[in-house]
């Protein structure tokens, strides 16, 4: 992408204003060849603007609007962000009014402070406050993608100011079918974590009356490529149905022989008063670029509604 933008400048000229004319024709012809949106090999477009407009803000963000309609600009917007972050705060929540849901989509996804595979927002990272209102504008937007986009907003923000996700998630829960939906999604950090305010808030309570009994792992060795396998029974002791969120931690061997935890759902439920359930399931250590596997001693664990309750190890072979 980078290689592109540096070589495209070399036959355009040396007006900026005129460049990004030129761009925007660029995808009025690909729309009459019948390309109706960008994909990743269009990301220099977005990626030209951020590496020659940063000091033309005025052209540079008029042209994200339109840009964006046909490939993301959510990276290309977070240098502008850094560098004027109060007039491109007060820009997108405009844009959170926009009739374009790609433009309402950027509003959200560009100011995200730990977009994945993006520079990080240091300042929205301390203080999401101002974050805040473009989400208010945007949590019941008739477009899914949007919506989902607040939830991973909030999402980033969780990670550096869960109460201020908490107590979102407490404002908002039971406006709508919508805003429920975004909540759950904007939580699953602190629900992975076992926040106990997070846990109550969506249902899930005291496990006093919960028995795991036949935690087996199957494959006590695994090798790199192959499934852990493994199975437990639970019951319910009490008298009444209970909602629990079942999980399991994989305790990853790091390089230096450290273990590293990882949370995995097995599922979200009511089980039946006085009842046992008898659950298997498989994880795959199949080669992945994401994550290196070491060979030697893993742990793996069982948590309910957040509380880890037993865990037992086995050994990953190359």
Request: glycine share 4%; net charge positive.
């Amino acid at each position: 992408m980078k290689h592109i933008t540096h070589v495209l400048i070399n036959y355009l000229t040396d007006d900026f204003g005129r460049n990004v004319n030129i761009l925007l024709k660029l995808i009025d012809e690909l729309r009459n060849q019948g390309v109706t949106s960008g994909e990743v090999e269009f990301l220099f477009l977005p990626d030209f603007i951020e590496t020659y407009g940063l000091e033309e803000y005025e052209a540079s963000v008029k042209s994200f609007e339109s840009i964006t309609q046909f490939v993301s600009c959510e990276f290309a917007v977070r240098p502008f962000i850094l560098k004027y972050e109060s007039f491109m705060i007060h820009l997108m929540f405009n844009w959170s009014n926009h009739p374009n849901p790609e433009v309402r989509r950027l509003a959200s996804e560009g100011c995200r402070p730990r977009l994945p595979w993006a520079m990080a927002l240091p300042s929205l990272k301390k203080n999401p406050d101002p974050i805040i209102l473009i989400l208010e504008n945007l949590k019941n937007d008739e477009s899914e993608s949007v919506r989902r986009s607040v939830a991973n907003n909030l999402n980033d923000i969780s990670k550096d100011n869960p109460e201020v996700v908490i107590e979102i998630a407490r404002k908002w829960k039971g406006e709508s079918k919508e805003t429920d939906k975004i909540i759950k999604h904007a939580c699953r950090t602190l629900l992975k974590q076992g926040v106990p305010e997070v846990m109550q808030l969506f249902g899930f309570g005291h496990i006093e009356h919960i028995r795991i009994t036949d935690f087996k792992i199957h494959t006590y060795s695994v090798k790199i490529g192959s499934d852990l396998r493994f199975s437990l029974s639970l019951t319910n002791t009490d008298n009444a149905t209970s909602k629990l969120r079942l999980e399991y931690g994989l305790y990853y061997q790091k390089a230096n022989g450290s273990l590293s935890k990882k949370v995995f759902l097995i599922g979200e439920k009511k089980y039946p008063k006085q009842s046992t359930t008898k659950i298997i399931r498989k994880q795959p250590f199949k080669i992945i670029t994401t994550r290196k596997f070491y060979a030697g001693k893993h742990n793996l664990s069982i948590i309910i509604n957040g509380t880890e309750i037993e865990k037992i190890d086995f050994e990953l072979l190359v």
